[in-house]
């Protein structure tokens, strides 16, 4: 690898990682390009934003959130079945994230999970980085279909 200003560094191949990233998922899930860089992927009723975020000199990171389910009723199930995920799920964070009252009249507040995973992607083969990534998502897909079925 080799270093430029601005931590983007680039493989032997002459690839930045978020080039890399764009091909990696392109060759194995919808993917969108967004404007500002960042990837949009779908996989298995989930979507995911992907990008490459820069830490420090030399130390760029993969930054994966997926939405795993959106304007779920939030009860005390639904915090329980969370935590229990959040608790087991080993690639990736699980959480909720609370939301107002819905409008058109409902009082009940709602809620989005998602999964987030942050991974150091320098040195990762093409594959490996492609396996990586599958392997999150999968989780998240999991744990979607755990909480709506």
Do not use: C
């Amino acid at each position: 690898m080799v270093s430029l200003s601005g931590g983007q560094e680039r493989s032997d191949s002459g690839m930045s990682l978020q080039q890399r990233l764009a091909t990696v998922a392109e060759a194995i899930l919808p993917t969108t390009e967004e404007d500002d860089g960042s990837l949009t992927v779908q996989h298995d009723g989930t979507f995911s934003s992907l990008r490459v975020v820069t830490i420090a000199e030399g130390l760029d990171m993969v930054a994966l959130t997926q939405m795993l389910a959106w304007d779920l009723p939030l009860d005390a199930k639904l915090r329980a079945t969370v935590g229990e995920h959040a608790h087991h799920t080993l690639l990736g964070t699980v959480s909720l994230t609370e939301k107002g009252a819905a409008t058109g009249g409902n009082s009940r507040k709602q809620a989005d999970v998602l999964l987030r995973y942050n991974f150091p992607a320098a040195g990762l083969t093409d594959e490996a980085l492609g396996t990586l990534i599958l392997m999150v998502l999968s989780t998240g897909a999991d744990v979607r279909r755990a909480l709506v079925g």
